[in-house]
């Protein structure tokens, strides 16, 4: 007696396969959830810089008060890993090299766990135009 209706082979995903992809997933939506910190900071951070760098008459202010100005972005916006001091190293306020405005730069690393002793990196390093001549 032969059956035509029964395929040759078998096909479908097994317990194993299904167990497998699911710790997959689960693994990729882990590092997604410890990464999205770091990498939303960084956003906050550039937006906080587009910010002050868009604010009217902010040629004419000097670095100090560019620093008042991106902290109380930061203050707004919910960065509370850059501190007062921290923000002295790591903004610079210079010149153009074409001499029309300066250019506002931070440059920073942050730092988060990912899994047990393994830390990940974000290397921030954004540059903006600042437009009019102000106070070095």
Same mark, same amino acid.
């Given at each position: ?57 902010? =040629? ?7 620093? =008042? ?29 074409? =001499? ?37």
């Amino acid at each position: 007696m032969k059956h035509d209706n029964i395929p040759a082979k078998q096909r479908g995903l097994t317990l194993w396969g299904l167990l497998m992809g699911g710790a997959l997933l689960a693994f990729a939506a882990l590092t997604l959830m410890k990464l999205f910190p770091l990498y939303n900071q960084s956003f906050k951070v550039h937006s906080a810089m587009q910010a002050v760098a868009a604010m009217p008459e902010i =040629g004419q202010k000097g670095v100090q008060e560019i620093r =008042g100005l991106i902290m109380r972005n930061f203050d707004v916006s919910d960065v509370d890993t850059i501190t007062d001091s921290d923000l002295r190293n790591y903004l610079k306020v210079v010149g153009n090299p074409d =001499g029309k405005g300066r250019v506002m730069t931070m440059t920073y690393e942050d730092r988060g766990p990912l899994y047990g002793d393994l830390d990940v990196v974000l290397k921030f390093n954004e540059s903006i135009a600042i437009p009019g001549m102000g106070i070095e």
